[in-house]
């Protein structure tokens, strides 16, 4: 029944304005019930998003893979509460505390190499709701509206469909935090599916998404 329920929900959006987003959720929770994983270790931090500011390290998740806000352990003192049921599971994240210069700041410390996308590039981009979306196949131009090329980086890598790209010439790691030295927006706010309403988030982590 729980199979089923997950399968007819998997589905490709048809809508122009639409998120594959979904779909990550049912991939996700089928590992999590196949191998019978006790936690699932993410990278989310605090600082991205207000419903992801609601997370605790060690994130409870029911027995349908769901987060409920209002259901989780105290975490006092550094003591995380990690008792669970059988078919239920954590999410933790280890770096919950940590900002976005935090991030570039350990890269550059450690010297890591990055995905070029993160990085300064040319690339044909389409503006939709104060978004550049990248050329993609599963992106259907609206009337009016055409591709164009674009110098951009991505701060955020997810989904085509709903990951905008931002504006930029930081093609090195010192770049990038010089422009978050003086950015005031979050990475999450180039994602079109956190925008749809004020819970968008909340309400896909209470269905499964990481």
């Known amino acids: 029944m729980e199979d089923s329920i997950r399968i007819g929900r998997a589905k490709e959006t048809t809508d122009p304005n639409g998120s594959r987003n979904a779909l990550q959720s049912i ?4 590992a999590i019930a196949e191998f019978k994983f006790d936690a699932a270790i993410g990278g989310a931090r605090r600082d991205e998003e207000k419903a992801r500011a609601k997370e605790r390290f060690f994130s409870f998740r029911d027995e349908f893979g769901q987060w409920d806000p209002k259901n989780q352990r105290p975490e006092l003192w550094t003591l995380y509460n990690s008792r669970k049921h059988p078919g239920e599971h954590f999410r933790v994240f280890p770096i919950s505390n940590w900002t976005e210069m935090d991030v570039w700041t350990y890269l550059r410390q450690e010297n890591i190499a990055m995905p070029s996308l993160y990085f300064t590039h040319e690339r044909e981009c389409v503006e939709r709701d104060g978004m550049l979306l990248a050329k993609s196949p599963f992106i259907e131009l609206l009337s009016g509206e055409q591709y164009r090329p674009s110098r951009v980086r991505f701060r955020t890598i997810g989904d085509m469909t709903c990951t905008g790209a931002e504006p930029s010439e930081a093609a090195t790691i010192e770049q990038i935090i010089q422009d978050l ?13 956190d925008k749809k309403s004020a819970a968008a988030m909340e309400d896909r982590k209470r269905e499964g998404y990481f």
């Open 27 to 30: 991939t996700l929770l089928d």
């Open 181 to 193: 030295a003086v950015s005031r927006q979050s990475e999450r706010g180039a994602r079109a599916d």
